[in-house]
């Protein structure tokens, strides 16, 4: 047992995460080269789903941001996160944004004579509540 530290276990922070640059979500810094080819073939294809004059380019992946002659992993993240909300439809009846895929299933209850309440703010906080 001399390979075990004693003493109490040592806590270690949760692994670093990489945004989208595409759909916004979270991955592991390893998991993301495996997320993004087919996070762009996915978005593709229901890019081509929709009509002509719906169609839009495909997005396009921020340059890392070079501070000092290295990579600052934050602001690269922070830029691959305005992409990713970039990239976004706003809804013509109620202002909201939404992922091309999500519009319309949106769009089914908002509609020009109903549109749907609009979000105080520009962000709203989600209220996670936890385990007592």
Known sequence: MSHLNPGPPRARGPAPTVFCYICGRQ???????????????????????LPKSKRRPAPVKPEAVI???????????EANWKASQGAMVECEHCGR??????????????????????????????KIVGKA
């Open 27 to 49: 991955f592991g810094s390893k998991s993301i080269a495996i997320h993004e080819p087919q996070c762009l073939q996915k978005w593709q294809m229901e890019n081509e789903k």
């Open 67 to 77: 501070v000092g002659g290295s990579v600052d992993y934050a602001a690269t993240n």
């Open 97 to 126: 944004k939404f992922r091309d895929d999500r519009l319309e299933v949106h769009q089914r209850s908002c509609t020009a004579h109903n549109p749907a309440k609009r979000v105080a703010g520009k962000s709203v906080e989600r």
